[in-house]
């Protein structure tokens, strides 16, 4: 008896052309998706962004073809080269490709889905100039679901230039190893433990940058809110041990517990990310005023909040970077 499951196999999908700008008239090469859309697109441009279009296109062929690197199928006298691709990524390749004032939007990003997506494509289209597009991605952007399997898909790729920074990413949130990282699979475990050990490290040197050196020197000088005294709290000097020459800078316990509570997080979720967030601002304005109603009908608190803030950021930064510096995950 036949097994009905096994059925004929679909035929392929009618190629159909891709919308603008790859429809191009004067294109000399057609790029068609796995999905069967036909990309129009120009050799030099190819070239010029990728070392495997720029061997494909200038190397002999090969008298056998090959499904994913045929030449030998045109399309308006136009070669055809199918490739193993849907349309959605064939089309964030190209809008890499080609120039801004051919292609405006540039992919965005903004999914975990399509951040693995772009990896993927920089390293079988050797797109290098896309990695630090990803890099900047990760550092500035918002976060991620799923950070995790960011990084993982970036090891498994060998590309060096991102796994810091997809590791960086991932102490925004939790470290949460599930069957919903399919990468884990094919981890070796010992790069699981080095992330793991990374974080405990990010944590510890972060968590205790707020209340010692450098931080202190910096807050203790620059802060005009440390010359309040007193306030309606108990005004007293930021650390316990005094300095002869800061024994006059005085701090609100309620921008010291804002602190104390900065440091708590961080040894959570160790990142400067939330610095310089806008809610992050309003929310720690609005918690330090009303735990004292001097500083509040001062105006100093929210240019003691901004500038606490930018100080975390970079000190946090530092232990970050010098932490990945010393840091190997291969």
């Given at each position: 008896?036949?097994?009905?499951t096994n059925?004929?196999?679909?035929?392929?999908?009618?190629?159909?052309?891709?919308?603008?700008p790859f429809?191009?008239?004067?294109?000399?090469?057609?790029?068609?998706?796995?999905?069967?859309?036909?990309?129009?697109?120009?050799?030099?441009?190819?070239?010029?962004?990728?070392?495997?279009?720029?061997?494909?296109?200038t190397?002999?062929?090969?008298?056998?073809?090959?499904?994913?690197?045929?030449?030998?199928?045109?399309?308006?006298?136009?070669?055809?080269?199918?490739?193993?691709?849907?349309?959605?990524?064939?089309?964030?390749?190209?809008?890499?490709?080609?120039p801004?004032?051919?292609?405006?939007?540039?992919?965005?990003?903004?999914?975990?889905?399509?951040?693995?997506?772009?990896?993927?494509l920089?390293?079988?289209?050797?797109?290098?100039?896309?990695?630090?597009?990803?890099?900047?991605?990760?550092?500035?952007?918002p976060?991620?679901?799923?950070?995790?399997?960011?990084?993982?898909?970036?090891?498994?790729?060998?590309?060096?230039?991102?796994?810091?920074?997809?590791?960086?990413?991932?102490?925004?949130?939790?470290?949460?190893?599930?069957?919903?990282?399919e990468?884990?699979?094919?981890?070796?475990?010992?790069?699981?433990?080095?992330l793991?050990?990374?974080?405990?490290?990010?944590?510890?040197?972060?968590?205790a940058?707020?209340f010692?050196?450098?931080?202190?020197?910096?807050?203790?000088?620059?802060?005009?809110?440390?010359?309040?005294?007193?306030?309606?709290?108990?005004?007293?000097?930021?650390?316990d041990?005094?300095?002869?020459l800061?024994?006059?800078?005085?701090v609100?316990?309620?921008?010291?517990?804002?602190?104390?509570?900065?440091?708590?997080?961080?040894?959570?979720?160790p990142?400067?990310?939330?610095?310089?967030?806008?809610?992050?601002f309003?929310?720690?304005?609005?918690?330090v005023?009303?735990?004292?109603?001097?500083?509040?009908?001062s105006?100093?608190?929210?240019?003691?909040?901004t500038?606490?803030?930018?100080?975390?950021?970079?000190e946090?930064d530092?232990?970050?970077?010098?932490?990945?510096?010393?840091?190997?995950?291969?």
């Amino acid at each position: 008896m036949s097994d009905s499951t096994n059925g004929p196999a679909s035929p392929s999908p009618t190629p159909r052309d891709a919308a603008a700008p790859f429809n191009a008239g004067d294109a000399d090469i057609i790029l068609r998706s796995a999905d069967g859309v036909d990309f129009r697109a120009h050799k030099f441009l190819l070239s010029m962004s990728s070392p495997f279009f720029q061997n494909l296109f200038t190397l002999p062929q090969p008298p056998t073809s090959s499904p994913h690197t045929s030449l030998d199928e045109s399309k308006d006298g136009i070669s055809v080269l199918c490739l193993s691709e849907d349309e959605h990524a064939v089309e964030m390749m190209l809008r890499y490709c080609y120039p801004r004032t051919v292609c405006p939007a540039e992919p965005t990003l903004d999914k975990t889905e399509d951040v693995k997506l772009a990896l993927v494509l920089i390293s079988k289209y050797q797109l290098a100039g896309v990695q630090g597009i990803v890099v900047q991605r990760l550092k500035a952007g918002p976060t991620l679901p799923k950070a995790l399997s960011i990084f993982l898909k970036a090891w498994l790729l060998d590309l060096r230039e991102v796994v810091p920074i997809a590791a960086r990413h991932t102490l925004r949130t939790a470290l949460i190893f599930d069957e919903e990282h399919e990468e884990l699979l094919s981890m070796p475990a010992i790069v699981l433990i080095r992330l793991t050990k990374y974080r405990k490290a990010c944590a510890d040197a972060t968590s205790a940058c707020v209340f010692y050196q450098p931080l202190g020197s910096n807050m203790r000088t620059d802060i005009p809110i440390w010359e309040i005294k007193p306030c309606t709290g108990t005004a007293k000097s930021l650390f316990d041990v005094p300095s002869p020459l800061f024994s006059q800078r005085f701090v609100c316990p309620s921008l010291e517990q804002y602190l104390r509570d900065a440091a708590d997080d961080l040894k959570i979720f160790p990142s400067n990310w939330k610095y310089t967030s806008q809610d992050h601002f309003v929310s720690a304005i609005e918690k330090v005023s009303s735990r004292c109603n001097y500083c509040k009908s001062s105006g100093s608190v929210a240019p003691a909040i901004t500038h606490l803030s930018r100080l975390l950021y970079k000190e946090v930064d530092k232990c970050l970077s010098e932490i990945e510096r010393k840091m190997s995950f291969y």
